[in-house]
């Protein structure tokens, strides 16, 4: 499958985020991993410094990340958003738009979005976010709480399961999303044009 099956003057780009905790004016984003969804394949992984102490262990068992370890290695802040600012633009081609895909989007939205600004002033994608839980909504008829990852991911998957790391992470959704994408597709083609019928 193509990105331009329909035309769309869009650059899908699938990302992920693991953190210290839930709100991003409390905690710190400690790693971006993302991915264009279709192809020329391209990319992006970076592991940031901590920006204060706070951290919920729950997270960081999840993730496998250490705030030590990260304050010594990880980017700075500002440079590691510099850098997936650099390479969300590289990626999209001109005269398009790129699109910020996630699952559960609400939340890796608000981490990229508030460092965008906060260290960058801008944010790239804009206003663009599409939430890959919507989508398998809207897709299947299905009720919210039938959407976590362990259903979404039965369905496209079989019994593999996510890894926790950012970029492995981004991969993942980007093949459920465009498996979900053609999935949609296939029931828009099948659909019989009401105009058919007169």
């Known amino acids: ?26 905690y710190s984003m400690l790693s971006i991993g993302a991915c264009t969804v279709f192809e020329p394949t391209s990319t992006f992984y970076a592991e940031l410094q901590p920006v204060n102490d706070n951290f919920l262990p729950q997270a960081l ?5 250490k705030m030590e370890s990260l304050k010594a290695r990880g980017l700075p802040p500002a440079q590691a958003m510099q850098q997936f600012a650099g390479w969300v633009e590289q ?24 460092y965008f600004h906060n260290y960058l002033g801008r944010n790239p994608f804009g206003h663009n976010a599409l939430d890959v839980k919507a989508f398998f909504m809207g897709l ?13 991911t039965r369905r496209y998957f079989g019994a593999r399961e996510l890894t926790h790391h950012a970029l492995r992470d981004a991969l993942d959704q ?24 007169k």
Request: aromatic residues 8%; contains cysteine; glycine residues 4%.
């Open 61 to 65: 068992l999840v993730s496998g990340l």
């Open 91 to 114: 990626v999209t081609p001109a005269g398009h738009k790129p699109v910020f895909v996630a699952f559960n989007a609400p939340f890796d939205w608000m981490f990229v979005n508030d």
């Open 140 to 152: 299947t008829g299905s009720c919210w709480q039938e959407t976590s990852m362990r259903n979404v």
């Open 1 to 26: 499958m193509t990105e331009n099956t329909n035309s769309c003057e869009e650059r899908y780009i699938s990302v992920d985020i693991e953190t210290a905790g839930p709100s991003p004016r409390i």
């Open 174 to 197: 980007a093949e459920i999303f465009r498996r979900m994408l053609a999935e949609a597709r296939e029931h828009s083609a099948t659909r019989t044009d009401p105009k058919e019928n």
